[in-house]
């Protein structure tokens, strides 16, 4: 069935730093990919998605480009800030309706 | 309302209780669905509904767990003789149709079973 690895956090950084959270996945024929985000107290909300192998998504400075050849798509941002402490989810659709998740991955950003 | 609603946002119940979690979700979104996240784990499927119908119930653990739609806009998912391994955050999204991949999540109910 279809599945998505993420690194294991906490990821701590200090401000301007550069993110990399990788993500692998597997799945049967051409998923949809996501990475979806969620802030201290808030739901979860997407973050930026990817539809087709070459695929850049692109929201608040993050990136993440769809990598069919090694399965990835791996989210960066090249200067974080303490606003983007958060829990990172990688996701798929695939042949069905529902979006697999990661397990998470927690960002803390320092000043 | 604005964005995906549920309820209560904390439920505390002792082990072999029933309870019922409520979801309200975005007004005129034909698509919802039920996730769980337990400490350390991911986000685990539970079931999807297509108006009242659910074409997914894939994820739902055990007879314990049922969950209805009606009306094509209120959810309910129910655990029935709650166990502690039940105790988890318990998140409804909704999304505009079948298609749609943009989903909008709740706050989510945290539940814990003594």
């Known amino acids: 069935g279809d599945s998505v690895t993420q690194m294991e956090g906490p990821v701590t950084l200090s401000e301007e730093a550069c993110l990399t959270i990788n993500c692998t996945y597997t799945a049967t024929g051409y998923p949809s990919l996501f990475w979806y985000v969620q802030y201290p107290g808030e739901g979860l909300q997407l973050l930026l998605k990817?539809?087709?192998?070459?695929d850049k998504g692109s929201n608040k400075g993050f990136e993440a480009t769809y990598r069919k050849e090694t399965t990835s798509f791996h989210l960066e941002k090249g200067s974080v800030q303490v606003s983007d402490s958060a829990v990172y989810f990688c996701a798929l659709r695939g042949s069905g309706d529902k979006l697999t998740f990661g397990t998470g991955t927690r960002l803390a950003v320092r000043p | 309302g604005a964005g995906v609603s549920q309820s209560p946002s904390n439920k505390v119940t002792e082990k072999g209780k029933d309870v019922e979690l409520r979801c309200d979700p975005i007004s005129g979104h034909t698509a919802l669905y039920w996730y769980r996240q337990s400490l350390g784990q991911g986000l685990e499927f539970l079931i999807y509904?297509?108006?009242?119908?659910?074409?997914?119930k894939s994820g739902l653990p055990s007879d314990r767990f049922s969950a209805e739609r009606t009306g094509g806009s209120v959810s309910t998912l129910t655990i029935q003789r709650t166990q502690q391994e039940d105790s988890a955050v318990y998140l409804c999204?909704?999304?505009?149709?079948?298609?749609?991949?943009?989903?909008?999540f709740g706050s989510g109910t945290q539940l814990s079973v003594l």
């Open positions: 999204a909704s999304s505009l149709g079948q298609w749609d991949e943009k989903l909008f």
């Open positions: 990817a539809t087709k192998a070459d």
């Open positions: 509904f297509q108006g009242n119908s659910a074409p997914d």
